[in-house]
């Protein structure tokens, strides 16, 4: 996932991350499901978490943050399953909304909140707090996550309105991806053909391995109360199905900020201290990074941005059963209507196979300069430094660092895998997107 300093950053909130469950634990969750429940979601008949027993119970605040998904204010094309996979969309560089993408999906039952509880009460999981990890994407937050359960973030952290439940990598219990067959297209297809071309992400001009730049068969998923999700940030193309509740998102079209830092910040960012004046503590309006909701109430309304999102972009309502397709390196800021559930598909990720006790001890926040992690460098090539530690940002080649050796790697083989697709010309590659 591509991002720039301030891309994750969702106020205080915290992101829950879902690893492997081992068939044993499976089993013991369906067995002793009615225990868990009772203890769990009975304690204290006046809380969040006793209240609402389906998604649907729980409150959404449509009249402040939901909207009818006007033309004027979307915009984008909605697409029968037949037409997305007939015209391959998922090879344009264009937002799609699709629809009735969960109509055989048996997460339509399994994955009701009750029912969830019963088959995956104890699947491990991670949690985290956006605020920190966001700077160092949610993959590679380090100390900063902390491990749980599935069953324990629904029925004990869900409706603390600093903790979210998302994963993108990690692996999901082998069940809980049956539940979401047939899988869309283009993830489908690798099921069928690791190699077949209709997986391939991006036109390239010249030839890469399909392996680093293909849709797999990996799905993120993502839990959150109302009012929650990850502000703005990019990455490659994606798609995202709701299976419960509903999303707003706010996307924002790449050519209209790449190498253009200036328009980036005044346009997701505040422009001076008196935009968030006396909306939060004086000593943090510099440095404050604002959740979804805190843009869309204190930012968007500026004519600026509107003017911006209205004429180079889109602000749409997901809902339940749809999939939104995210091209590659659109900005997007996401925010949950009501109790949302939801899976998503990525290009490049592969299965992960969990996290490690090592993966909870290292700091992400340590600098790339440091003399202990260059130690075990000495010797390496440029290419080979990059595959460890991830392409160069933008913002490092376009302003601060130009003449890096990272920099003049990965602008001299823009199509090299270990460089992403950052430094890939977009007019190349619109030719055959459109």
Request: hydrophobic content about 30%; some cysteine; glycine content about 6%.
């Amino acid at each position: 996932m591509k991002t720039v300093n301030f891309s994750y950053g969702g106020g205080r909130k915290q992101i829950c991350f879902l690893s492997t469950l081992s068939l044993l634990a499976s089993i013991s969750a369906a067995l002793n499901s009615e225990t868990c429940l009772g203890c769990s979601l009975n304690a204290d008949e006046n809380s969040p978490y006793s209240k609402y027993k389906d998604w649907e119970d729980a409150p959404a605040s449509w009249e402040e943050y939901g909207h009818d998904n006007d033309d004027s204010v979307c915009g984008v094309p909605r697409l029968t399953v037949e037409q997305w996979e007939k015209g391959k969309y998922w090879q344009r560089n264009k937002p799609v909304i699709v629809m009735n993408v969960t109509e055989q999906w048996p997460a339509v039952e399994h994955w009701k909140k009750e029912e969830m509880l019963k088959r995956y009460f104890d699947a491990e999981a991670t949690m985290g707090e956006a605020r920190l990890f966001g700077e160092t994407g949610p993959d590679e937050a380090g100390h900063t996550l902390t491990p749980t359960t599935v069953g324990k973030f629904i029925t004990q952290h869900m409706y603390d309105p600093l903790k979210y439940f998302f994963d993108r990598k990690l692996r999901a219990p082998q069940g809980m991806l049956d539940d979401c067959h047939p899988y869309p297209q283009p993830t489908r297809a690798y099921l069928e053909d690791e190699m077949a071309y209709g997986i391939e992400a991006l036109s390239h001009k010249m030839k890469v391995d399909p392996r680093d730049d293909i849709w797999r068969d990996h799905l993120a998923i993502s839990i959150g109360k109302d009012l929650t999700g990850l502000s703005f940030h990019h990455h490659g193309p994606a798609w995202n199905v709701v299976i419960f509740g509903s999303k707003r998102w706010i996307l924002w079209d790449h050519n209209r900020f790449k190498n253009n830092m200036t328009r980036q910040m005044r346009i997701v960012r505040q422009i001076d201290d008196a935009e968030l004046a006396d909306r939060v503590p004086p000593s943090e309006v510099r440095s404050h990074v604002l959740s979804s909701p805190e843009w869309i109430k204190y930012l968007y309304p500026s004519p600026e941005r509107l003017e911006e999102i209205r004429a180079h972009g889109h602000d749409c309502i997901q809902r339940a059963g749809e999939l939104m397709f995210v091209p590659r390196r659109w900005m997007h800021s996401v925010i949950n209507i009501g109790d949302t559930v939801s899976v998503i598909s990525e290009v490049g990720h592969l299965k992960g196979e969990g996290k490690t006790e090592d993966d909870f001890n290292y700091d992400p926040y340590e600098s790339s300069d440091d003399d202990e992690e260059h130690d075990n460098e000495e010797g390496l090539s440029t290419e080979e430094k990059i595959r460890r530690r991830g392409p160069p940002p933008q913002w490092l080649c376009a302003d601060q660092n130009p003449n890096h050796p990272a920099c003049i790697f990965c602008r001299g083989n823009p199509y090299n895998p270990v460089c992403g697709d950052e430094f890939i010309d977009d007019e190349e590659l619109s030719s055959s997107d459109d």
